[in-house]
């Protein structure tokens, strides 16, 4: 990662919380380095109830 994110991710605690991340769809750039950093899920700006239900019960499953 570079600039502003490098600085964000070197001070996440070890382990990493469990990362979800909204943002737009169409930047594949940013889901990439998203994923690169550790976010378990990039959601579109706009998620539905049940996507971001989904998504916390997902990570909250890798946790137990």
């Known amino acids: 990662p570079s600039g502003r ?6 001070r996440l605690p070890t ?4 990362l ?3 943002g737009p769809k ?5 889901i990439l380095r998203a994923m690169r950093m550790g ?3 990039y959601l579109d700006a706009d998620p539905t109830e049940d996507d971001l239900r989904s998504a ?3 990570a909250a499953e890798r946790i137990a």
């Open 26 to 30: 169409d930047q594949s750039g940013t």
């Open 20 to 22: 979800i991340v909204i």
């Open 39 to 41: 976010v378990r899920d």
């Open 56 to 58: 916390v019960l997902r």
């Open 5 to 10: 994110c490098a600085s964000c991710s070197a």
């Open 15 to 18: 382990p990493r919380p469990r």
